[in-house]
């Protein structure tokens, strides 16, 4: 059974900075892209950032140069480092798993950033 685990939200002040953590477990097949994503409170979910297995990464305009994704030496581990936290960043964030036929999702883990 695919599992895919998120960890690392929590609350922080504006300016602050967590990590976000994302394991994926149970594929038969190599997880290719790892994104992750964010649905604030009546919003939809939109993409923070994505990264291949060959180290590519892409951001959402937010994100760029306040946050950075990683994979670990595992290729099925996901870093999102974010700093300069806004409250507009406030949302669940979820973590993708892609292989070359099915995405895997998280439960998400909530970000809440106050001013």
């Known amino acids: 059974q695919v599992q895919v685990v998120e960890s690392g939200g929590g609350s922080v002040q504006a300016g602050g900075s967590l990590r976000l953590s994302c394991v994926v477990s149970g594929t038969l097949f190599s997880i290719n892209t790892m994104g992750w994503y964010r649905q604030a409170q009546g919003k939809q979910r939109e993409l923070v950032a994505a990264i291949s297995s060959g180290g590519s990464t892409n951001y959402a305009d937010s994100a760029k140069g306040r946050f950075t994704i990683s994979r670990g030496n595992a290729k099925n581990t996901a870093y999102l480092q974010m700093s300069s936290l806004k409250p507009e960043d406030t949302a669940a964030y979820y973590c993708?798993?892609?292989?070359?036929?099915?995405?895997?999702w998280g439960q998400g883990t909530q970000v809440s950033v106050s001013s």
């Open positions: 993708k798993g892609s292989t070359y036929s099915y995405d895997y």
